[in-house]
C-alpha cells in the first residue's frame, strides 16, 4: 500500500536538492518482520519473514558524468553526500550511502557497469535501527533502482543476493540472506517460508481473522555491525565444522533435533553447544510453525513464537532486557497469541499476534510496564504484509 504523501515529498527533495530533472522517477522497497525461523538464514535453515507496507521510498535519476549524488530526508541534517563511480571504496565519511555504494560496487563485481553516476533521493518509514530490515531495504531499493535506470537484466532474487554481498562485502556485517529476500521477493498479505539451504520457498497466505501482527519497538537501538551478530555466526561456524568431523552435513540446518542430541556431546564447549542447540531447534520449530499455520492452528504457531524467544533468551543470547520486557510483558495478557523477538536481536522489535479486542490492553498494559523497569517508552505499529519493490 503506497503512501501517497511520501511518494510526493521523496519527489519534492528531489527537485529541492537536485533541481528540476526529466525522467525522475519514483520507487518503493519495503521493510520487514521475521514471523519465526531465527539465526537459522546463515545455518542453512529456514526463516518465515514477509515484506511490510512501511519502507524505504526513493527517486532517481541519471546524470551525464561519474558523480554519485545521495539525499537522505531522515537525514537532511547532513545534506547532499557527494560521491563517484571512480570512489567506490567504504569509508566512515560516506555514512548511510556506504549502502546504495556498495550495491553499486557489487552490480560491478557481477559485471553491470554503469556507463554515468546517478542522483537519488531516499525517504523511509521503517524506524532506523529498529531491526526491521532498513538496511536491507535500501539495498534492495538502489538495486532496484539500477535495474531499472540501466536496463540490467537481473531478478529480484538476484537483486536480493547482490544486496546481501555487498553489505558481507562492502559494510562488513555478516549477514544471511533472509532480510535481503524477504524484501525483493515480498508478496501482499503472504509470508515467504524460505529455505535458506537452497533458497527454495514458498508464499504461505497470513489470514489472521480477528487478530492482528504488532510490532513492539523497544527504542533501543541496535547496529549489527556493533553488535555480537558476526561473533554468533563465527561460533555456529565453528560447531558445524567439529560435527562435519563425523557427520556429513552442509549446515546446522541439515540436523533434526535427534541428530543432533545424539551428537552434541562433540561439542565440548558449553557455550558453543547451546548456540548450535538453538540453530537446530529453532529451524525445526519454524517447520512446525508454517505446518501449524497451514492446519489452522494458529494458538500452536503462537507457542513455538514463544518457544523461539526462550531459545533466543537463554540458548542464544540475543535478546537483552528490553526484548525480554516486551515478550515477557505481552504473554501475561489475555488475547495475545504469541510474541518474541525480530530480527538480530539486542534491542530492535518484538512481532505479536494479538486479537482484535486485546490490542487496546495489550498496548497500555505492556507500555506501562516497559516504561516502570526500562525508564523510556516502546512504541507499538500495527503493521500489514506488503510487497516487493516497485516503481511508483
Ligand atoms: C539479521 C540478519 C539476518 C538474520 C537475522 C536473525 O536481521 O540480517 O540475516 O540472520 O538477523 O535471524
Known amino acids: 500500500m503506497i503512501d501517497q504523501e511520501m511518494k510526493k515529498a521523496v519527489l519534492e527533495n528531489f527537485e529541492k536538492a537536485f533541481g528540476k530533472r526529466d525522467g525522475v522517477k519514483a520507487y518503493f522497497a519495503p521493510g520487514r518482520v521475521n514471523l519465526i525461523g ?29 558523480k554519485l549524488r545521495f539525499y537522505s530526508v531522515n537525514q537532511n541534517r547532513v545534506g547532499v553526500i557527494e560521491s563517484s563511480l571512480d570512489d567506490l571504496k567504504p569509508s566512515d565519511k560516506a555514512g548511510w550511502t556506504n549502502y546504495p555504494k556498495g550495491v553499486i560496487w ?22 532506523n535501527g529498529s531491526g526491521l530490515s532498513s538496511s536491507a531495504s535500501l539495498e534492495v531499493l538502489t538495486g532496484f533502482i539500477l535495474r531499472d535506470l540501466y536496463g540490467f537484466d537481473t531478478s529480484n532474487q538476484d537483486l536480493a543476493l547482490i544486496g546481501q554481498y555487498s553489505e558481507n562485502n562492502f559494510n562488513g556485517c555478516n549477514c544471511g540472506i533472509m532480510d535481503q529476500f524477504a524484501v525483493a521477493m515480498g508478496k501482499e498479505n503472504n509470508a515467504i517460508f524460505l529455505d535458506t539451504a537452497d533458497l527454495s520457498y514458498e508464499y504461505a497466505p497470513i489470514k489472521l481473522e480477528g487478530a492482528k501482527i504488532i510490532i513492539t519497538n523497544t527504542n533501543k537501538k541496535h ?30 540446518g541439515d540436523l533434526s533435533i535427534e541428530e543432533f542430541e545424539k551428537i552434541k556431546g562433540q561439542l565440548t564447549d558449553p557455550d558453543m ?40 533468551r537463554d540458548d542464544y543470547d540475543v535478546t537483552g532486557i528490553e526484548l525480554d520486557t516486551l515478550a515477557e510483558e505481552a504473554w ?50 500495527t503493521v500489514e504484509i506488503g510487497g516487493g519493490p516497485e516503481v511508483l
Open 106 to 127: 557489487a552490480f560491478a563485481k557481477r559485471g553491470m557497469n554503469l556507463d554515468k553516476g546517478f542522483d537519488m533521493v531516499i525517504y523511509g518509514n521503517i524506524p
Open 223 to 252: 547496529k549489527l555491525t556493533d553488535s555480537q551478530y558476526n561473533a554468533r555466526r563465527s561460533m555456529c561456524e565453528a560447531a558445524l565444522a567439529i560435527l562435519q568431523k563425523t557427520t556429513d552435513i552442509k549446515g546446522l
Open 273 to 312: 553447544q547451546k548456540k548450535a542447540k538453538h540453530a537446530v531447534y529453532e529451524n525445526q520449530r519454524t517447520i512446525e510453525a508454517v505446518k501449524a499455520l497451514k492446519d489452522g492452528d494458529l494458538e500452536h504457531f503462537g507457542k513455538l513464537m514463544r518457544q523461539s524467544h526462550e531459545s533466543l
Open 332 to 381: 501475561k495478557i489475555p488475547g495475545v497469541i504469541g510474541s518474541r523477538m525480530t530480527g538480530g536481536g539486542f534491542g530492535g522489535c518484538t512481532v505479536s499476534i494479538v486479537k482484535d479486542e486485546a490490542i487496546e490492553n495489550f498496548k497500555k498494559t505492556v507500555g506501562e510496564n516497559y516504561r516502570k523497569k526500562i525508564g523510556y517508552d516502546a512504541t507499538f505499529y
Open 38 to 66: 531465527e539465526h537459522t538464514d546463515y545455518n542453512g535453515g529456514h526463516v518465515f519473514p514477509c515484506a511490510l507496507t512501511i519502507g524505504t521510498y526513493g527517486a532517481a535519476a541519471k546524470r551525464d558524468d561519474n
